[in-house]
């Protein structure tokens, strides 16, 4: 089966623009989550959408949003960008293991340069 | 709330060495952990998980993990790397139903 789509695969934005970054999960997957990777912070949690709702939230700004159609695909988006902004972006699907676990499947990421 | 701490930002190893990465967490209820790999380039891959059951787990191209609950830990091992064993590696760790929270990854570079 097809794995995780992240588009596009690179960005480069200008300071103060906004950005949507897209997520296609694995076919029957329905919770995304998102995740910001940089060399100083390394894996931070944004958040994760399951069946349409929000269900965790973490430690970003108001500028950081998303949502989840009922397809399952998400889209990310940030606003008035920030240089440190520049990042990253991980996209994980996940399924629920007959143990009512959750297990997560990561795709390439869009790589977002902020200039 | 979760954390998981990485021991080790940066290992090397020469080829046939054994490998043990330390990864400790705090978190008092049921968890399910994971170790990812990042090769140079390439996106996050999944080489184990345990959820349940048999505290030592078996993943990919030779590695494996030992749970120990009582330790908070989850260690990586394996018995004798490669140079292409050379990525980052990433201990993870969510209760059910909870977000999925990654130590800061240990860097392994194995010499030939």
């Known amino acids: 089966k097809a794995g995780v789509t992240q588009t596009p695969r690179y960005l480069i934005k200008t300071r103060g623009q906004q950005v949507t970054l897209s997520c296609s999960p694995i076919?029957?997957?329905?919770?995304v989550s998102w995740y910001q990777q940089t060399p100083g912070q390394g894996l931070q949690f944004l958040f994760e959408?399951?069946?349409?709702?929000?269900?965790n939230k973490g430690n970003f700004p108001g500028r950081f949003s998303g949502r989840q159609f009922s397809n399952s695909r998400s889209e990310m988006n940030v606003s008035t960008l920030e240089l440190g902004d520049s990042a990253l972006y991980l996209c994980a699907s996940s399924f629920r293991s007959s143990e009512g676990a959750d297990g997560y499947t990561f795709g390439s990421g869009t790589r977002l340069t902020v200039v | 709330a979760q954390s998981v701490s990485q021991h080790n930002h940066h290992v090397i190893l020469s080829e046939a060495a054994s490998l043990e990465l330390g990864c400790n967490y705090s978190y008092g209820g049921t968890v399910n952990l994971f170790w990812y790999v990042q090769y140079p380039g390439q996106h996050l891959q999944l080489l184990l998980k345990y959820f349940s059951g048999d505290p030592l787990v078996k993943g990919i191209k030779g590695f494996e993990a030992e749970f120990i609950k009582s330790k908070f830990s989850f260690n990586l091992r394996k018995p004798s790397v490669q140079w292409s064993d050379t990525a980052e590696y990433f201990c993870?760790?969510?209760?059910?139903?909870?977000?999925?929270?990654f130590g800061a990854g240990t860097r392994l570079a194995v010499h030939p």
């Open positions: 993870a760790v969510n209760a059910p139903r909870n977000k999925l929270i």
């Open positions: 959408y399951f069946s349409e709702t929000q269900r």
């Open positions: 076919s029957g997957h329905r919770s």
